[in-house]
């Protein structure tokens, strides 16, 4: 069975302090890792994607890394704005499962001024 | 364009009733997916749609919950006689239905509450 745990469960930092979120999974065959961010009230918002270990991709203030077991999302000199939980998902390798995302419990993220 | 949508936005019921909760995907996803958020948690899988037909209803709890898409597009989530642990958000999802690795892009949720 797929798992996903996301570490720490809440993280709150000063702005300008950056700092990084850790997904670490459990698959059989990963197909893609997700991040996504959802503000308090609304639906899941899409962030990145990552197929293989090694990828990196970058957006604004965020970096998403990815290895064989785990991905980061780091957060460089953060903004109030990006306080938010950050959820992590796997998609499974196919067969009837084809689409599933297993997500994480998520990290909140608050960022002070 | 439009993102996918979701009605209505809160659900307040009673233990034993019966709910429907309605899902527009984007215009031209052919794949739609359910998933269940009980607080402080991540989104839990619970039926996922390929046209009209459901490709993968394993995450489905019990067979109160039903879900149906009859032409493709919008799809009724149902729930027959609520429970209070039925109480949480409900969150549709849409992608493009070609293949591969998708992006999945949510909705903004329903909030079922049961009392």
């Known amino acids: 069975e797929d798992q996903v745990t996301q570490s720490p469960e809440a993280l709150r930092l000063q702005e300008g302090e950056s700092s990084s979120l850790n997904c670490s999974y459990t698959?059989?065959?990963?197909?893609?890792l997700f991040w996504y961010r959802q503000d308090p009230g609304k639906g899941p918002e899409f962030l990145f994607t990552l197929y293989s270990a090694g990828e990196e991709k970058e957006k604004e203030r965020l970096k998403a890394t990815l290895t064989k077991k785990e991905s980061f999302l780091h957060i460089t000199a953060p903004k109030p704005e990006d306080s938010a939980t950050y959820l992590c998902a796997v998609q499974a390798p196919g067969g009837t499962s084809y689409g599933k995302l297993t997500f994480g419990q998520g990290t909140i993220l608050t960022v002070h001024p | 364009g439009a993102g996918v949508s979701q009605t209505p936005s809160n659900k307040v019921t009673e233990k034993g009733k019966y709910v429907e909760l309605r899902c527009d995907p984007i215009s031209g996803h052919t794949a739609l997916y359910w998933y269940r958020q009980s607080l402080g948690q991540g989104p839990e899988f619970l039926i996922y749609?390929?046209?009209?037909?459901?490709?993968?209803d394993s995450g489905l709890p019990n067979d109160r919950f039903f879900a149906v898409r009859p032409e493709g597009s919008v799809s009724t989530l149902k729930i027959q006689r609520t429970e209070r642990g039925d109480s949480a958000v409900y969150l549709c999802?849409?992608?493009?239905?070609?293949?591969?690795?998708?992006?999945?892009?949510f909705g903004p949720g329903t909030r079922l509450l049961v009392l």
């Open positions: 698959v059989s065959g990963l197909r893609g």
């Open positions: 749609f390929q046209g009209t037909g459901a490709a993968d």
């Open positions: 999802a849409s992608s493009l239905g070609q293949g591969g690795v998708e992006t999945q892009y």
